[in-house]
């Protein structure tokens, strides 16, 4: 039984059995190449004091280089194969529909469609075991910060977790921003391609009314779900009926905007409170209250941005955020943990996807709002692990920041001159913000650091690297050129993020009788097999084996029609990079592709549209998923001397093994660098 300890937070722990301590600093998508160079260039000091006692490595990542897969395999030290993690998205193989990967879902259950009689539940579909758990039942007590892919948290023998990626937002998204104005047009209005919602202000006198798009109502949701279930092809009365349900299937909270035009203010009054706001003016966190029925309530949180209120109104919205001290699912370990860290600490994000990487890319917020923001992002994180570091009840400690991911995604275009999306005066101004979150992390490292001493081991890791994304393949368009996926009728129009998740039709015209191969997430071709996909047409075995081969061979050929560049650096087959009892839910192909090239949104969302390869207009300009794994390895910093100078982050989980002198479990891949 955990009692909890007043102002430490966390299960009571007797005194460490273990004399030695291990931090780990994990910054998601830190690139050694980018690292190495500002090293040289004297702007990384303490990473650099680190490297000086122990030494900097590439840290070769996984297939995919995903961040999902890498922190996945951080924590097993096992291949996707063993733990299931293949890419931020699975499919379902009777209806082809893709869902988030990492979770499943069970929804809740109602007495009379009214009374719940169950709380919806989460389980992530994560195999194998992490090091914190396996250290943990040997007695080594541990702190796991923010990892990604450990939402929902998992129970932690003698240690203390606050869940990351993916914890979603209310709406259960990874994070859908809310964007309200008076210059938009009808046609704006909507959900846009990334997970936003835009709406029309229409003012009368200073007045506006405006609702706030909350979570799904889990009753209309379950309907949907039904409906969705039937299929890939529903008859018309079931697309009919999905239509009228998507429509109401949102619960809302109203608000009122009073806008002082002379002043460049608004005061915006919602459930209660009267928040007033000038121009450029962020406001506090707002708890927010969803009420589903008279007996149901989820507690959230938002914080809003008037970014206009001259001319023009236009507010922002974050994403609602579940509320540390009363989530709708918990989201700590032991469960009161997040809200001892809120009675501390105050406010904090708790959406495992913290930066507003989707309204920049939507163009609905500038790049120096976007970097304000995603320096609060950091440092609500960053505070949460300096409070868990001066605690000092673990042996291991493990927090994961990854702001420097973010940034990377959506700055990059202004370091690279051949980006389609360079800018040159944008560049003048934020050519350096990769740089500043590089050195904010750099000096994050110093704080830890000064605070534990010199003597305890410390492993700064990243899960891959980065590149450039100059242009986009549409994979799917390819597969449908080539003859393996065949549509009927038109080609469909462009999808949207809510195609993907909840709404909208996927897969449209997609002939799912003569396709014999799809693409989906960020470089997976899945063949449509017979006895696996519910309309599977290949053979498994020889069949599938000659059209590895086949496929393989012919994406090796893709060029980039404008100067020829091989598109497409490598293609790895199933059995050649898994291993494991998942095995027959990795993709047949995963494609690596070459620095500039990625696959386009429109191929991840299901769409085919025209033409192969086109300009990344997008300000989304970087990224590692679906590039090949050879090129895209993180970063490994530590201030011990490590044996081998290939390390790979499937090695990180043996090490820490290793270090407390725990057995190392015989069905892991990696092999302890200590
Ligand atoms: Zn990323």
Redesign the pocket.
């Known amino acids: 039984m955990a009692l909890l300890v007043a102002c430490g937070g966390g299960p009571r722990r007797g005194p460490s059995q273990y004399a030695q301590k291990l931090v780990i600093l994990g910054f ?2 830190m690139d050694p190449q980018l690292v190495e160079r500002w090293m040289h260039e004297g702007k990384l000091p303490h990473l650099s004091a680190l490297a000086k006692k122990g030494g900097m490595f590439p840290l070769a990542t996984t297939h995919s280089p ?2 999902p897969t890498a922190w996945a395999s951080f924590a097993t030290g096992v291949n996707a194969g063993k733990h299931n993690i293949y890419d931020f998205l699975v499919r379902d193989i009777t209806t082809y529909l893709p869902d988030l990967g990492m979770v499943k879902r069970t929804p809740p259950t109602f007495l009379f469609n009214y009374i719940p009689t169950s709380k919806p539940k989460l389980e992530s579909i994560r195999g194998g075991t992490s090091f914190w758990v396996t250290a943990g039942k040997a007695g080594v007590q541990s702190s796991v910060l923010t990892v990604p892919v450990t939402f929902p948290p998992e129970t932690v023998p003698n240690g203390e977790m606050l869940a990351g990626l993916p914890l979603p937002d209310i709406r259960g998204t990874m994070g859908t921003f809310s964007y309200y104005a008076t210059d938009l047009s009808r046609y704006e209005e909507g959900n846009t391609e990334m997970g936003g919602i835009l709406r029309r202000l229409v003012f009368e006198g200073d007045v506006a009314n405006a609702e706030l798009v909350g979570p799904p109502n889990p009753l209309v949701r379950q309907k949907i779900e039904a409906i969705r279930r039937k299929g890939p092809t529903l008859s018309d009365a079931d697309r009919a009926e999905l239509a009228e349900l998507q429509a109401i299937q949102d619960v809302h909270v109203p608000f009122t905007i009073r806008w002082d035009r002379g002043a460049k203010a608004a005061t915006v009054e919602i459930e209660g409170e009267s928040i007033r706001l000038i121009q450029g003016q962020w406001s506090p966190w707002i708890d927010l209250t969803f009420k589903i029925n008279m007996l149901v309530r989820l507690h959230g949180m938002a914080q809003m941005l008037l970014m206009n209120a001259g001319n023009e109104l236009q507010l922002y919205v974050s994403p609602v955020n579940f509320k540390p001290d009363n989530p709708p699912l918990p989201i700590s370990y032991p469960e009161a943990f997040a809200g001892e860290l809120f009675k501390r600490l105050g406010y904090y994000r708790t959406l495992g996807w913290a930066e507003a990487t989707w309204p920049l890319n939507e163009d609905r917020m500038d790049e120096k709002t976007f970097m304000d923001d995603l320096f609060v992002a950091f440092n609500d994180r960053a505070k949460v692990i300096l409070d868990r570091v001066d605690a000092k009840n673990w042996d291991v400690l493990v927090g994961v920041i990854e702001s420097t ?2 940034v990377q ?1 959506m700055m990059w275009r202004l370091t690279d001159p051949k980006h389609p999306m360079y800018d040159a005066k944008l560049a003048a101004a934020f050519g350096d913000a990769i740089e500043r979150v590089y050195r904010r992390a750099d000096d994050f490292v110093g704080e830890v650091v000064r605070r534990i001493g010199p003597d305890v081991a410390v492993l700064v890791v990243s899960d891959h690297g980065f590149h450039s994304w100059r242009k986009a393949v549409n994979l799917d368009t390819w597969l449908v050129q080539q003859g393996y996926m065949v549509l009927q009728g038109q080609q469909p129009g462009d999808k949207k993020l809510a195609d993907l998740f909840g709404g909208g039709t996927f897969w449209e015209n997609v002939d799912w009788s003569r396709t014999r191969a799809y693409a989906m997430g960020i470089g997976q071709i899945y063949f449509n097999l017979r006895g696996r996909e519910s309309k599977g047409i290949v053979s498994p075995g020889a069949e599938a084996k000659q059209l590895a081969g086949e496929l393989s061979a012919k994406l090796l050929t893709l060029n980039d029609p404008e100067d020829g560049t091989p598109i497409i650096r490598a293609v790895y087959k199933r059995d050649d990079i898994y291993s494991g009892g998942y095995l027959q839910n990795a993709a047949e192909l995963q494609v690596g592709m070459n620095d500039g090239y990625r696959v386009s949104w429109q191929t991840t969302l299901g769409g085919s549209p025209q033409g192969i390869v086109y300009p990344n207009t997008k300000k989304w300009s970087a ?3 679906g590039y090949d794994y050879a090129i895209t390895s993180g970063v490994l910093v530590s201030n011990r001397p490590i044996g081998t100078t290939t390390p790979r982050i499937i090695d990180i989980a043996p090490t820490v093994l290793k270090y407390f002198g725990v057995t190392i479990p015989t069905d892991i891949d990696g092999k302890s660098l200590f």
């Open positions: 998601d998508g995903e961040s991911d973010r995604h990224d590692h998923g």
